[in-house]
């Protein structure tokens, strides 16, 4: 049974930064892809960023030049680096990962306050 397991969410202030890091129990190496998404209140899911085994990257518009994820192989952990956290970041967000089927954590809530 693959787990993915989110930490590093949190409150912070507009402006400011957070990390997210999401770990699997399996080896990394062996997923297609890792990604991250979020929910907000009300909202459905949405995408925010993603990384392929090779390396390529890519990211909603929303969160373009603000957001960058990476992954350490090494450790099975993929992040989210944000900074310029605006309010409407606020969410809880989501690691997912796809290898054949698709594989989610259980969400770490970020909360940006104005």
């Known amino acids: 049974q693959v787990q993915l397991v989110e930490s590093g969410g949190g409150l912070v202030q507009a402006g400011g930064s957070l990390t997210l890091s999401c770990t699997t129990s399996?080896?990394?190496?062996?997923?297609?892809?890792m990604g991250w998404y979020r929910q907000a209140p009300g909202n459905q899911r949405e995408f925010v960023a993603r990384i392929f085994s090779g390396g390529r990257t890519g990211y909603a518009e929303s969160v373009k030049g603000r957001f960058t994820i990476s992954r350490d192989n090494a450790k099975n952990t993929v992040y989210l680096q944000m900074n310029s956290l605006k309010p409407e970041d606020t969410a809880v967000y989501y690691c997912r990962g796809f290898r054949g089927t698709e594989y989610w954590g259980q969400g770490t809530q970020v909360t940006v306050s104005s």
């Open positions: 399996g080896n990394i190496v062996n997923f297609d892809n």
